[in-house]
């Protein structure tokens, strides 16, 4: 399956060899592969999530990412495939494993991150808090839906004034009336989903137990309550395949019942984006295969000065950069895959993992471009979106430079941040 196959025609690309469904990297040039580290059932979910992602997702990603529209046709077929919720258990939710997981991530992201954006937000940081922070009767008002697609979520943190210091939120919720229900005013944005979404955990300083400083707490506010508005943001030249707005709050009556019960402080937000940064770890990689893949079978392709670009040594070079970064991303995400599994991932470990992956991915689509020429910068060869994509990735879920400090006060004992 590794050998170099000279294509039929110039442009066309080469074949590649027969693929056993049951080592999910075979059929592909890659020396490094997992598929021996994985139980059967791992492998079966990895290839039925790349099968999906090239049957249903390939075919429409770059219409949807020129119009900047969301496929909200594939919503259901998300749910069937059992990515909406999918390392939750009960509530209609997959179960999934963290290793299988963030599998399915890697075949999300492969495609596009705004896809990978939307299943990641609606798992980790819209059921999560819910399923986590939530009581027994809001885990059954919300998960059952959310898992089936039929209701959308979204997270609020981000405002204005408050992006990678997140504690100083301006965005408040003042106790009112006999029953304790709140009432939320403030503005927050960047918000992937906001747009579409029926519940928004929105994230909120209150006075709480009669304390007089005020402490962050969530709540779910619902779409069609009067004051809330979620307007679209425009413009955007990057993570178009995915839709973002604002969630603008105007003295929003939030029932007590919507307040999230078992978490006090930042340490709510900052868990809930613990486990979206961790399947963001695990996509990057699919991202940085998906631009790898495409630069081999392009530059196997394509002549110049009488013989196919990839038989050029600089040309090699690159591929090598290309497919050993990706290699040691794996293992990255796969090892912490094992200690989220036995309940030793740490946030400084999911640091290192949404950081590295990330920057690597990142590289990896900017190198890959260069290596299609003018080609290149065109949508039909798929590498363009994925660096465009990837600053975003870069940016949201902690910056890599917050990622950086978060990494060096674990090193050092000392914070950087300010
Ligand atoms: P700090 O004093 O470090 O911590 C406050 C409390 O939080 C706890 N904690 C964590 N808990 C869980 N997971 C983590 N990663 C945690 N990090 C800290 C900590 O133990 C403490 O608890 P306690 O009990 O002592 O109160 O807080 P700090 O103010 O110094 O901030 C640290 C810093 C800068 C790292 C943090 O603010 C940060 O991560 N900033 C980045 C903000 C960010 O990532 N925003 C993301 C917005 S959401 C988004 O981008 C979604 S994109 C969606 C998509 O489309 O995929
Ligand atoms: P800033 O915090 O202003 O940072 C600007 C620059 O300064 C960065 O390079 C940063 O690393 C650097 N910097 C900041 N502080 C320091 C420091 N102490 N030391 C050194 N450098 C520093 N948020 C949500 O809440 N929910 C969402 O669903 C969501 N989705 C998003 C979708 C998209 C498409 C985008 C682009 C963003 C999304 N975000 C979301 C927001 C995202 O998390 C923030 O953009 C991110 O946390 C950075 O905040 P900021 O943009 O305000 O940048």
Redesign the pocket.
Known sequence: ARAVRKPTRPGARPTRGPRDKSAPMSGVPYILTIDHLLTDEERLIWQAARDFGERRIAPVIEKHYEHATFPRELIPEFAAMGFLGAPLHGYGCAGMNPVAYGLTMIELERQDSGI???C??QSA?AMWPIYAYGDEDQRQRWLPGMAKGEIIGA?G??EPNS?????SMRTHARQQGPGGDYVLTGQKM?I?NSPIADVLVVWAKTLDHGSDTPVIRGFLVERGMKGLQTPETHGKLS?RA?ITGEIVLDEVHVPKANLLPGVH???G???C??Q??YG?GWGAVGAAMGVYERARDYTLARTQFGRPLAGFQLTQQKLVELHNEIGKGLLLAYHFGRLKQDGKLT?EQ??YLKRDNVRMALESARTARSMFGGNGIMGEYHVMRHVCNLETVYT????HE?HT??IGRALTGL?A?T
Request: glycine share 12%.
């Open positions: 990978r954006s939307f990641s937000v940081l997270f943190l981000t992006g990678s210091d997140p504690g960047w992937t993570l995915s402080g930042l340490k937000p900052l868990g984006l613990t979206a940064r963001i946030p999911v640091s949201y879920e902690g910056t917050i400090l978060a914070a941040f």
